[in-house]
């Protein structure tokens, strides 16, 4: 069973992966962990005065997170995403395992689409199809989610199918510390992805080639991966 962070790990760097496993270091950073925790707060801080927000690890000035909460708060389903069914559950799927940090229940308008792998139908009674929500400490792309992000709420979703034994045809990925919330569907191409992922994950029995492109610049095992004194040399001649 793999967990959702190695699977968007491998999405990333397959060889990043292989890195952590080795020192099995996973633990959330307690920097992280502080923006993670925004997302369980947002009524108490769309109001709250400046001086309030500036002791809080917010990526945006306090008027426009304020702003941002106040955008969120005309979502459809804003009323679950401060008052979910579940936090931080443990979800198991097939393939996958992890917590996923909110559960929204009834999501509405989703009903049908892709089966998540279960072969589960709805019926037309049924309530909407629970929503899995991924919570991410850092910043949004200009549209849509970064891949490993997607790869991780596909996981997610995929997982809460298979327990709840029905349709699950969206994720989504909550930015706290910026005020922004963006939804993942299980397209064709991100339940590639996701497959893709997974399959690196499992092949990893010794270091995978490097990625060496932009991805290495951000990446914390980039010292000892070598990316940074092959760049050296390489512009060395
Ligand atoms: S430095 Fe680059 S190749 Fe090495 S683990 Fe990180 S992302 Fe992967």
Redesign the pocket.
Known sequence: MISFSDVARAA?????L??VRRADERRVPPEASARIDLAYRYPSLVGAPDATLRRLPIRRSPAAYRRNLSRLRERDDYDRLVDPDRTRAFCAGKDCHGRVHKVLADSGADGGGADGGTGAVDTPDDDGPPTPVIVSPGEPPENGVWEPQAVRAVAAAKALSWERERTVPRALVEYPSVGVVRSVRLTRRKLAAYRRALRAARAIDGPP?????D??S?????DQ????RRSLRSLLG
Do not use: S
Request: with cysteine.
């Open positions: 990333y760097c397959p060889r990043q292989y890195y080639p490097r990625v060496d492109d991805r290495c951000a990446c914390e095992y980039r991966c070598g990316t940074g």
